[in-house]
T-cell receptor, first 111, second 114 residues
Framework: GDSVTQMEGPVTLSEEAFLTINCTYT??????LFWYVQYPGEGLQLLLKATKADDKGSNKGFEATYRKETTSFHLEKGSVQVSDSAVYFC??????????FGGGTRLMVKP | EAEVAQSPRYKITEKSQAVAFWCDPI?????LYWYRQILGQGPELLVQ????????DSQLPKDRFSAERLKGVDSTLKIQPAELGDSAMYLCASSLGSMLDEQYFGPGTRLTVT
């Protein structure tokens, strides 16, 4: 079945450091890919998405490129802030199937 | 900005008791989802409604879990009897229509079964 694998956390960075959170997927078709963010005490929010190969999703300084050849959708940000501390989930969906999430990666940014 | 509302935010119950969670989706959203998120894991879909009809409940443990959306608006998820392994965050989400539409999540109900 479809699945998403994320790098395990926590990822601890200093403010203004470069962020990469790896995400790879397995799917029988060509899924749409998403990154969701969950701040402490809140529900999940859609951060960015890409619906086809080579698409780049971007929002709030975060970017991710849909790489069909490596089945990856890595999340990047050039300069993280303390306010970016949260749990990040990679997810996929295609056809009529359900939204499938990875296990989440906790990011902690220190001042 | 419209939001998905859930209550209660926190619930502590003893095993074998009944517990219920409520969700009010964003107005006009036809599709409603209930997810379970075990600590340290991603959310897993329990049930999906399209208006008042269940579209997918294949992951819902039907011996103890039930869900309804009688008027196609708000929804209730019930567990009876609760078990220790049910301790988790229960998330509700809604979207305009299809699974490809963006899902908007509520803040969740954190359930602890003792």
């Amino acid at each position: 079945g479809d699945s998403v694998t994320q790098m395990e956390g926590p990822v601890t960075l200093s403010e203004e450091a470069f962020l990469t959170i790896n995400c790879t997927y397995t799917a029988t078709g060509y899924p749409s890919l998403f990154w969701y963010v969950q701040y402490p005490g809140e529900g999940l929010q859609l951060l960015l998405k890409a619906t086809k190969a080579d698409d780049k999703g971007s929002n709030k300084g975060f970017e991710a490129t849909y790489r069909k050849e490596t089945t990856s959708f890595h999340l990047e940000k050039g300069s993280v802030q303390v306010s970016d501390s949260a749990v990040y989930f990679c997810a996929l969906i295609w056809a009529g199937n359900m939204l499938t999430f990875g296990g989440g990666t906790r990011l902690m940014v220190k001042p | 900005e419209a939001e998905v509302a859930q209550s209660p935010r926190y619930k502590i119950t003893e095993k074998s008791q009944a517990v219920a969670f409520w969700c009010d989706p964003i107005s006009g959203h036809a599709t409603l989802y209930w997810y379970r998120q075990i600590l340290g894991q991603g959310p897993e879909l329990l049930v999906q409604f399209q208006d008042e009809s269940v579209v997918d409940d294949s992951q819902l443990p039907k011996d103890r879990f039930s869900a309804e959306r009688l008027k196609g608006v708000d929804s209730t998820l019930k567990i009876q009897p609760a078990e220790l392994g049910d301790s988790a965050m229960y998330l509700c989400a809604s979207s305009l229509g299809s699974m490809l539409d963006e899902q908007y999540f509520g803040p969740g109900t954190r359930l602890t079964v003792t």
